[in-house]
Nanobody, 127 residues
Framework: QVQLMESGGGLVQAGGSLSISCTASGVTFSNYAMGWFRQAPGKEREFVAA????????VYGDSVKGRFTIHRDMARNTVYLQMESLKPEDTAVYYC????????????????????WGQGTQVTVSS
């Protein structure tokens, strides 16, 4: 019943920008912290960004800090990842993930902490 669906991936040249989104269904969106992870072929899944239930707190991976922004639209049950100054090493499949949480729970950055996952959207950055 719970479903996360990513969209907005594509091809962009280095230095460019791209915004991807994830829409949740089958859940009470406000009960879930949301995160973005990415995985390139042959590499481990990497934490990108996460946001608390109401959007008041955000956490970013070191490799994207200052370039990527996560935000959520509660009315649209959607979480966004806005990516700026993209680099070829940002190329990966980007996955949306959700985690049920209490308001006081700290944002987690490990994949095993998340309950639900989307199928991913490909982001390719050319040089």
């Amino acid at each position: 019943q719970v479903q996360l669906m990513e969209s907005g991936g594509g091809l962009v040249q280095a230095g460019g920008s791209l915004s991807i989104s994830c829409t949740a269904s089958g859940v009470t969106f406000s009960n879930y912290a949301m995160g973005w992870f990415r995985q390139a072929p042959g590499k481990e899944r990497e934490f990108v960004a996460a946001i608390s239930r109401t959007g008041g707190r955000t956490v970013y991976g070191d490799s994207v800090k200052g370039r990527f922004t996560i935000h959520r639209d509660m009315a649209r049950n959607t979480v966004y990842l806005q990516m700026e100054s993209l680099k070829p090493e940002d190329t990966a499949v980007y996955y949306c993930a959700g985690r049920w949480s209490d308001l006081s729970v700290a944002i987690t950055t490990t994949p095993v902490s998340y309950d639900y996952w989307g199928q991913g959207t490909q982001v390719t950055v050319s040089s």
